[in-house]
Protein backbone atom coordinates (compact mmCIF):
# COMPACT_ATOMS: atom_id res chain seq x y z
CA UNK A 1 0.00 0.00 0.00
CA UNK A 2 1.29 3.50 -0.51
CA UNK A 3 0.71 6.61 1.78
CA UNK A 4 -2.39 8.72 1.51
CA UNK A 5 -2.41 12.41 2.06
CA UNK A 6 -5.05 13.86 4.37
CA UNK A 7 -6.47 17.08 4.64
CA UNK A 8 -9.07 18.30 7.01
CA UNK A 9 -11.83 16.87 5.71
CA UNK A 10 -10.48 13.76 5.58
CA UNK A 11 -8.53 12.92 8.51
CA UNK A 12 -10.91 12.40 11.32
CA UNK A 13 -12.57 9.55 8.72
CA UNK A 14 -9.47 8.47 8.12
CA UNK A 15 -8.84 7.70 11.76
CA UNK A 16 -11.83 6.51 13.07
CA UNK A 17 -12.53 4.37 10.13
CA UNK A 18 -9.10 1.97 9.99
CA UNK A 19 -8.35 0.12 13.06
CA UNK A 20 -4.49 1.05 12.62
CA UNK A 21 -3.15 4.65 11.18
CA UNK A 22 0.18 6.29 11.27
CA UNK A 23 0.45 10.40 10.30
CA UNK A 24 3.45 11.50 9.15
CA UNK A 25 2.61 15.50 9.53
CA UNK A 26 5.56 17.05 7.01
CA UNK A 27 6.66 19.85 4.82
CA UNK A 28 8.27 20.00 1.89
CA UNK A 29 11.16 22.04 2.99
CA UNK A 30 12.37 20.15 6.18
CA UNK A 31 15.18 18.02 5.26
CA UNK A 32 14.41 15.36 8.23
CA UNK A 33 10.75 14.96 6.65
CA UNK A 34 12.36 14.68 3.53
CA UNK A 35 15.20 11.87 4.45
CA UNK A 36 12.26 10.03 6.53
CA UNK A 37 10.04 10.01 3.69
CA UNK A 38 11.45 7.07 2.00
CA UNK A 39 12.01 4.84 5.19
CA UNK A 40 7.73 6.04 5.67
CA UNK A 41 7.19 4.85 2.19
CA UNK A 42 8.90 1.64 2.09
CA UNK A 43 7.04 0.74 5.73
CA UNK A 44 3.47 1.64 3.87
CA UNK A 45 4.43 -0.95 1.61
CA UNK A 46 5.63 -3.72 3.71
CA UNK A 47 2.56 -3.20 6.46
CA UNK A 48 -0.66 -3.13 4.11
CA UNK A 49 -2.65 -3.49 7.12
CA UNK A 50 -1.44 0.21 8.91
CA UNK A 51 -2.78 2.92 6.99
CA UNK A 52 0.21 5.42 6.88
CA UNK A 53 -1.30 8.63 6.04
CA UNK A 54 0.80 12.00 5.48
CA UNK A 55 -0.27 15.73 6.71
CA UNK A 56 1.07 18.28 4.52
CA UNK A 57 2.04 21.01 7.24
CA UNK A 58 2.17 23.98 4.70
CA UNK A 59 -1.19 22.88 3.06
CA UNK A 60 -3.49 21.93 5.73
CA UNK A 61 -1.71 24.12 8.59
CA UNK A 62 -5.41 24.34 10.48
CA UNK A 63 -5.29 20.80 10.86
CA UNK A 64 -1.52 20.67 12.38
CA UNK A 65 -2.36 23.26 14.70
CA UNK A 66 -5.83 21.32 15.75
CA UNK A 67 -3.17 18.34 16.45
CA UNK A 68 -0.82 20.28 18.33
CA UNK A 69 2.14 19.83 15.92
CA UNK A 70 4.60 21.90 16.61
CA UNK A 71 8.07 20.57 15.12
CA UNK A 72 8.26 18.54 12.48
CA UNK A 73 8.33 15.41 11.29
CA UNK A 74 5.97 14.42 13.53
CA UNK A 75 4.24 10.73 13.82
CA UNK A 76 1.17 10.14 15.29
CA UNK A 77 -0.44 6.66 16.07
CA UNK A 78 -4.17 5.65 16.36
CA UNK A 79 -5.07 2.05 17.05
CA UNK A 80 -8.78 2.08 16.96
CA UNK A 81 -9.51 5.90 16.54
CA UNK A 82 -7.37 6.19 19.93
CA UNK A 83 -4.26 8.43 19.84
CA UNK A 84 -1.75 5.89 21.04
CA UNK A 85 1.56 7.57 20.33
CA UNK A 86 2.81 11.07 19.73
CA UNK A 87 6.24 12.30 19.05
CA UNK A 88 8.63 14.66 17.05
CA UNK A 89 10.93 13.83 15.08
CA UNK A 90 12.38 11.53 11.94
CA UNK A 91 12.15 7.66 13.37
CA UNK A 92 14.83 5.24 12.34
CA UNK A 93 13.49 2.16 10.46
CA UNK A 94 14.05 -0.01 13.28
CA UNK A 95 11.80 2.11 15.82
CA UNK A 96 9.10 2.72 13.24
CA UNK A 97 8.78 -1.20 13.08
CA UNK A 98 8.88 -1.31 16.92
CA UNK A 99 6.25 1.34 16.77
CA UNK A 100 4.09 -0.49 14.43
CA UNK A 101 4.59 -3.89 16.04
CA UNK A 102 3.49 -1.97 19.82
CA UNK A 103 -0.06 -0.60 17.96
CA UNK A 104 -0.73 -4.58 17.19
CA UNK A 105 -0.09 -5.86 20.48
CA UNK A 106 -2.15 -3.01 22.14
CA UNK A 107 -5.01 -4.67 24.50
CA UNK A 108 -7.64 -2.03 24.03
CA UNK A 109 -9.39 -2.80 26.86
CA UNK A 110 -6.77 -1.88 28.75
CA UNK A 111 -5.93 1.16 27.38
CA UNK A 112 -9.82 2.46 27.43
CA UNK A 113 -10.01 1.78 30.91
CA UNK A 114 -6.85 3.61 31.72
CA UNK A 115 -8.33 6.94 30.02
CA UNK A 116 -11.67 6.04 31.50
CA UNK A 117 -9.93 6.51 34.91
CA UNK A 118 -7.76 9.51 33.88
CA UNK A 119 -10.87 11.14 33.09
CA UNK A 120 -13.11 9.76 36.07
CA UNK A 121 -9.63 11.26 38.49
CA UNK A 122 -10.01 14.81 37.01
CA UNK A 123 -13.33 14.94 36.48
CA UNK A 124 -13.37 14.94 40.64
Not at 80 to 106: F, R, W
Amino acid sequence: MTTVNLTHDTFESTVTDNPLVLVDFWASYCRPCQAFAPIYERSARTHPDVVHAKVDTQAERELAAAAGIRSIPTILAFRDGVLVYSQAGALPPAVLENLIDQMKSLDMDTVRAKIAARRAATAR
